[in-house]
């Protein structure tokens, strides 16, 4: 397939009137977009600047005041409404998100899928804003609840691996809280997060609740996290670690996602076809542009060769390709940074002595910044390819002896975000789960099960990043805690009348009582 056979189908002048959405106080110079597919320039969007910023949080200001006033089911309502509109208009989402990424159409499916998931969960999930009653201080005496209040204006930033999902899950939960979302998205993909714009205003958003401000992130996100109330980012730890320091310096609270060095053990007992299977959506999915990815695959070496030649065969079956049709398995990376940074860890791991079992090239003649599936054994702990976070389609396969050594070798990194395990018995599974430093584990998964339960926290530990997204966490984090405590009774404080000795004595007592009544405790 070759890169002719892959034109924009989302028309010039549609993608003019999405950068047109964009407001800023006069003329701006302009970022060129580039579709990583054919290396030709699709559009342009306008190089925001601190001004806009400023100008945009400030409208956001305004505007959240009118929407947190809304009961929580009428905003719910507008997010059950954009489920509905996002999967109606999927065709000229997807097109969009292959045009800006050079994704396969299935890995431009899974993010349609997933927000609409988020917006179906959190759109039906306003009792988790509800007032919470809480033990008063002397029971019968004192009314206690706790109220949860927006935050105000809550800023994302976002990468370019999955533009529409991480430029609105994070927003869906802010939005359902009373909150305004100011984004900046990735510059190689604004026109997907300012899709998502439309789409949320066409659900019946107003118009200032969530906006989107486009530039360079050396401008627009410092400018960004120093005017809102809390920030969500998405991308590499050194940048989440600028993030975190501007927002401590700010006195604001953060979710921070960042990147990942992620394992996977099969045990002996493990299903290898299903595991292979697993490996070639967790790894190869989105081309292995995924901060979940499975980088390092650990197998028991009882089954290791039938592993590495299943796995193998397997990938020698996947076609590379770029289209809008479901039939390329594979697509491109992003661009020409992250093809260097993929042939260099490779270049890097070969010569130090590492084995390619299969592929380990650039295939230009399919794309511009396509490369092929990767696996490469005989590596050690000592190459940047066992180390550092590849961000493309290439994994590393060592066996192990005893499963004390597989969970050793998982848990050597410094990052911790995800983890899959392989086992026909799902109880060893679990408890194997429990000894891996990560934010997320799956048995007989990759990473999938725990991503797409909603219901339950996902982030990373160690240097994968602070916080957590989806669930009761997902919602609750862009929201105050106002306890509000009403006085029925008696004051707590020791009447005057009474001798201060005497108000020991009881009070020691009642603590005495309250310790052995079990509904008072």
């Given at each position: 397939m070759t890169v002719a056979q892959f034109p924009p189908r989302v028309s010039e002048s549609e993608l003019s009137r999405l950068a047109d959405t964009v407001r800023t106080a006069g003329e701006r110079e302009s970022i060129s977009v580039r579709a990583p597919g054919t290396d030709a320039e699709i559009g342009s969007v306008p190089s925001g600047t601190e001004t806009d910023v400023a100008e945009a949080v400030a409208r956001a200001r305004t505007a959240q005041q009118s929407w947190a006033t809304l009961p929580v089911e009428s905003r719910a309502r507008i997010l059950r409404r954009f489920h509905d509109t996002i999967l109606d208009e999927r065709a000229t989402v997807l097109d969009l998100i292959q045009l800006e990424t050079g994704k396969s159409r299935l890995d431009a499916l899974n993010e349609v899928l997933d927000v609409a998931n988020t917006a179906r969960y959190y759109g039906h999930r306003t009792a988790l804003l509800e007032p919470e009653r809480r033990r008063g201080a002397i029971p019968f005496l004192t009314r206690t609840t706790v109220e949860h209040p927006p935050v105000g204006v809550v800023g994302v930033i976002s990468p370019w691996n999955y533009p529409l999902t991480l430029s609105i899950a994070d927003a869906i939960p802010a939005l359902l809280a009373g909150n305004a979302v100011v984004l900046t998205p990735a510059s190689a993909t604004p026109f997907t997060a300012l899709l998502v714009r439309t789409l949320l205003r066409r659900a019946g958003l107003p118009e200032d609740v969530f906006q989107v401000v486009t530039g360079p992130g050396g401008t627009v996100g410092p400018a960004l996290v120093d005017r809102v109330d809390f920030v969500v980012f998405t991308g590499s730890t050194e940048t989440g670690r600028t993030v975190a320091s501007l927002a401590g310096e700010n006195l604001i609270d953060a979710t921070l996602e960042l990147g990942g060095k992620n394992p996977m053990i099969v045990l002996a007992d493990a299903d290898l076809d299903r595991a292979v299977e697993a490996v070639i959506h967790g790894s190869f999915g989105n081309a292995g542009q995924l901060c979940l990815a499975l980088e390092r695959l650990y197998v028991s070496r009882e089954v290791f060769e039938p592993f590495v030649d299943l796995l193998v065969e397997r990938i020698e079956a996947l076609e590379l390709g770029l289209s809008y049709d479901y039939g390329p398995d594979v697509g491109s990376l992003i661009g020409p940074a992250q093809l260097a940074t993929v042939k260099a860890h490779v270049e890097d791991a070969t010569e130090s002595g590492a084995t390619v079992e299969v592929g380990g090239r650039h295939r230009p003649v399919v794309g511009p910044y396509v490369y092929e599936p990767t696996v490469l054994t005989n590596v050690d702990p000592s190459m940047t390819i066992t180390r550092e976070e590849t961000f493309g389609p290439v994994v590393t396969v060592e066996p192990f002896d005893a499963t004390s050594e597989a969970v050793e070798m998982a848990n050597d990194t410094d990052y911790g975000?995800?983890?899959?395990?392989?086992?026909?018995t799902p109880e060893r599974?679990?408890?194997?789960?429990s000894r891996i430093e990560c934010g997320t584990v799956n048995v007989n998964g990759a990473y999938a099960p725990a991503w797409g339960s909603i219901d339950a926290p996902m982030g990373g530990m160690r240097d994968s990043g602070i916080g957590r997204r989806h669930g009761p966490e997902g919602v609750l984090k862009y929201t105050e805690s106002r306890t509000v405590s009403?006085?029925?009774?008696?004051?707590?404080?020791?009447?005057?009348?009474?001798?201060?000795?005497w108000y020991e004595s009881g009070m020691v007592w009642m603590l005495r009582l309250l310790d052995r009544l079990p509904g008072l405790r």
């Open positions: 975000l995800n983890a899959s395990i392989f086992t026909g599974g679990r408890e194997l789960a009403e006085q029925r009774g008696p004051s707590i404080h020791p009447p005057r009348w009474l001798p201060n000795d």
